[in-house]
């Protein structure tokens, strides 16, 4: 509960840093338990309760997977930004994913610190408050961007719309999912509490039974809403008819079919371990603990590897890439050779083709004359 000092805060508790505290006794009741499913407590929470000796495991697994995460959004948001893109309406979803995703990997980078210092008070209150809040906001407000890319691109393929159309209804349509998400969220922060038991030790405790059923409407909506949209998508997509057969189909729209694919079953995994198993934070082992890490790692995993999903798959997108500085820049010299290489093939077909239409005449004796050619002089 916020406060403004230890008077406003019930049964004489302390106010500290503008949260009351509360003994760990009070709740250890039905109302209240310290309970933990997917991504409802934090993540650094749970890798300090496995093995002290994996700590630094855990740190590592962090900074690995926000470099990767920022590598792959820094090239698909460079792809995205150039002009063929992002005039599109569909770039314009592309872009604000990406920006989504980067945040996330630098919410991520975040765990090192807290996970360095998680014994003081401010990085606890953020491990319970604000990272949950703020990555949640990250996680649903790009899975449906992702839907909302899915419908762009059914309605330019199958109902041909001008993908060059106006722009202001994708940023709107962006911009109120980030609005939604951001106050359908704020259960995160009031349902969440710090409590301290005899020892002064903290734990966050999270108030289920009176958010949980929010919790999981928004979980629905946001989450398992997006992977039907991206299922009727597909269905859409491949119901085309065309001349190719099934098999065929899939690899001509694979563009489409990648990114609907890879988040439909990482998130439909990730829901389907948030209602099966009842996760608690103290009472499990560690097999579930570090079963609940990885599932939260795996809802992750489409915002780490946009590049991968989204700029892959798809051959113009790819040429995009291509095109980007920075691309020039490090492969300055594969590509340099490999032009030499495209020119000297070129040079060398139209050698034997001129060959080929000129009249060889051989010389059997003095009185035969060479045709002088200033074609035979340069080779």
């Known amino acids: 509960m916020l406060c403004l000092n230890s008077s406003h805060c019930q049964n004489g508790n302390r106010c500290l840093l503008g949260f009351c505290i509360y003994p760990k006794e009070n709740y250890f009741t039905d109302q209240y338990s310290i309970h933990s499913n997917a991504v409802i407590l934090p993540i650094i929470g749970a890798t300090r309760h496995d093995l002290p000796s994996l700590w630094h495991m855990y740190i590592w697994i962090f900074i690995i997977l926000a470099l990767i995460g ?24 592309l872009i604000i994913y990406c920006i989504c995703s980067l945040l996330l990997m630098i919410l991520i980078l975040t765990n090192v610190l807290t996970a360095i210092y998680y014994d003081k008070y401010i990085f606890r209150l953020w491990a319970c408050h604000g990272y949950p809040y703020l990555s949640l906001n990250m996680v649903y407000t790009s899975t449906l961007i992702s839907a909302a890319i899915a419908i ?16 202001k209804s994708s940023l709107f349509i962006s911009l109120f ?7 359908s969220n704020l259960d995160k922060i009031f349902s969440r509490y710090l ?5 002064n030790n903290l734990y966050c405790v999270y108030d ?25 998508c597909i269905i859409r997509i491949l119901s085309i008819k ?44 560690t097999f579930i603990i570090r079963l609940h890490i990885g599932f939260i790692f795996l809802l992750y995993a489409p915002q780490i590897l946009t590049y991968m999903i989204y700029v892959l ?56 004359t060479c045709v002088d050619s200033e074609f035979y002089k340069k080779t």
Not at 195 to 199: F, G, L, V
Request: charged residues 20%; hydrophobic residues 45%; aromatic residues 22%.
């Open 70 to 93: 920022l590598l792959n959004n820094i090239f698909a948001l460079m792809t995205f930004i150039r002009d063929r893109i992002r005039y599109t309406t569909f770039g314009i979803y």
């Open 152 to 167: 762009e691109n059914v309605l330019i393929k199958c109902f041909n719309f001008d993908k060059f159309r106006s722009r």
């Open 177 to 183: 999912i980030f609005l939604i998400v951001s106050i």
């Open 195 to 199: 409590i301290t038991d005899q020892s």
């Open 208 to 232: 289920k039974y009176t958010y949980k059923p929010w919790s999981n409407i928004m979980f629905f909506f946001c989450i398992i809403f997006p992977c039907f949209i991206h299922l009727i």
């Open 242 to 285: 065309v001349k190719e057969n099934f098999i065929q189909r899939i690899f001509a729209y694979q563009n489409y079919m990648v990114p609907s694919l890879f988040i439909i079953l990482c998130v439909f995994l990730h829901g389907l371990y948030r209602y099966i198993i009842d996760f608690n934070l103290f009472n499990s082992s």
């Open 313 to 368: 798959p798809n051959d113009f997108y790819v040429r995009e890439f291509y095109q980007i500085w920075f691309y020039r820049k490090l492969c300055c010299c594969f590509y340099n050779k490999r032009r030499h290489v495209q020119e000297f093939e070129v040079i060398h077909r139209l050698w034997q083709r001129r060959t080929s239409l000129e009249t060889v005449k051989t010389i059997t004796n003095l009185d035969d």
